[in-house]
Nanobody, 124 residues
Framework: QAQLVESGGGLVQAGGSLRLSCAASGGRDFSRLTMGWFRQAPGKEREFVAALSWNAISTYYADSVKGRFTISRENAKSTVYLQMNSLKPEDTAVYYC????????????????WGQGTQVTVSS
């Protein structure tokens, strides 16, 4: 079973940037996995942010982050990244990474092996 550990969260002012990392260990060959980022704000459901195919050819973004966030991966390090620019207070949430299992990449139900999450707080 793959284990995923997120890092890189923190407190940033609106307009600032953060880069999140998600390191994978154990389980399946990371280089064959489609990976995704989701986020969950207090009192809200977990929502899709971005996903990246195993070969980094196909990328998927939520409309709310398109043009501001970039997902990338470094298979040699079994790590997927989320570069977040022009952050807004509404981006405040716990951010999770997960591996895609089957189905739509836009649905959390299609993913497994969730990490513990990293908190991102954007102040206005």
């Amino acid at each position: 079973q793959a284990q995923l550990v997120e890092s890189g969260g923190g407190l940033v002012q609106a307009g600032g940037s953060l880069r999140l990392s998600c390191a994978a260990s154990g389980g399946r060959d990371f280089s064959r996995l489609t990976m995704g980022w989701f986020r969950q704000a207090p009192g809200k459901e977990r929502e899709f942010v971005a996903a990246l195919s195993w070969n980094a050819i196909s990328t998927y973004y939520a409309d709310s982050v398109k043009g501001r966030f970039t997902i990338s991966r470094e298979n040699a390090k079994s790590t997927v990244y989320l570069q977040m620019n022009s952050l807004k207070p509404e981006d405040t949430a716990v951010y999770y990474c997960a591996r895609h299992v089957s189905g739509s990449v836009y649905s959390a139900r299609s993913f497994a092996s969730w990490g513990q999450g990293t908190q991102v707080t954007v102040s206005s």
